[in-house]
């Protein structure tokens, strides 16, 4: 009996082994895919009536704060980057530019991989502010 009551606990743990995972899944079900690593171009832009700005503010990029804060800025300004989101965060970028005393308005403009993302004015006091994120 007791070799009967062992075989039988013995049947029953390879039994409840083989339905833990035991391979009848297709390979690509056991592995997460691995995402396609997207290339951006950013084009920051900054314009005015007036000849400078006191202040431009360039920020983002792949999820970590890369904040530049530059003052004085000639007018117009450009900045250009490339960016490989390689990271588990959504990259972002943000643009302010405040008007110098002279000036009636200034703009701002996020352009990514040659489409407008964001463009915004302001006539008042005010900072020009943009913010975009690209479409993954």
């Not at 029953?12 to 995402?35: H, V």
């Not at 970590?64 to 250009?80: M, Y």
Request: hydrophobic share 30%; proline share 5%; net charge negative.
């Amino acid at each position: 009996m007791k070799k009967t009551l062992a075989a039988t606990a013995v049947l029953f743990l390879a039994a409840s082994l083989t339905g833990c995972g035991g391979g009848d899944e297709p390979a690509d079900a056991q592995e997460p895919a691995s995402e396609e690593v997207k290339t951006h171009t950013i084009v920051y832009e900054v314009t005015s009536d007036g000849p400078t700005s006191p202040s431009v503010i360039v920020s983002g990029k792949v999820g970590a704060n890369e904040d530049e804060q530059l003052t004085d800025v000639a007018l117009p300004f450009t900045r250009e980057l490339t960016d490989k989101n390689e990271t588990e965060y959504e990259s972002f970028y943000d643009l302010s530019a405040t008007k110098d005393e002279s000036a009636t308005s200034i703009t701002c403009k996020i352009t990514i991989d040659d489409v407008v993302a964001d463009e915004q004015t302001s006539t008042g006091p005010e900072s020009a502010y943009c913010s975009a994120t690209p479409d993954l």
